[in-house]
């Protein structure tokens, strides 16, 4: 059985840092995509960043380029989400889940973490 269970999350002031960390547990191959994805209540959830473990591809939404790095330790079976320069619009649950790329996007599949929470305020 897949699990996935982040941890990282907080609170922190607008141009703070986090890491968030998926680790993943029960996949049976070396070939799978984790993302990052991320929800605020009422809105729509939002991609925020893939890996890809066979390959290391990585993809971003705009909004993370330059700000976020998504990285992976296989050693660990866990993947990062660096967050650097955070703004108070990255506020939200984070979400890892196995995802699956097409082309230039990403979407999520079917595992999916309990979700951490980041706030950013001053």
């Known amino acids: 059985q897949v699990q996935l269970v982040e941890s990282g999350g907080g609170s922190v002031q607008p141009g703070g840092s986090l890491r968030l960390s998926c680790a993943a547990s029960?996949?049976?191959?070396?070939?799978?995509?984790i993302g990052w994805f991320r929800q605020v209540p009422g809105k729509e959830r939002e991609n925020v960043a893939c890996?890809?473990?066979?390959?290391?591809?990585?993809l971003y939404i705009e909004s993370a380029k330059g700000r976020f790095t998504i990285s992976r330790d296989n050693s660990k079976h866990t993947v990062y989400l660096q967050m650097d320069s955070l703004k108070p619009e990255d506020t939200a649950v984070y979400y890892c889940?196995?995802?699956?790329?097409?082309?230039?996007?990403?979407?999520?599949?079917?595992?999916w973490g309990q979700g951490t929470q980041v706030t950013v305020s001053l």
């Open positions: 890996i890809n473990n066979s390959d290391g591809r990585q």
């Open positions: 029960g996949l049976t191959s070396d070939r799978y995509v």
């Open positions: 889940a196995t995802a699956y790329i097409i082309g230039d996007n990403f979407w999520p599949g079917d595992y």
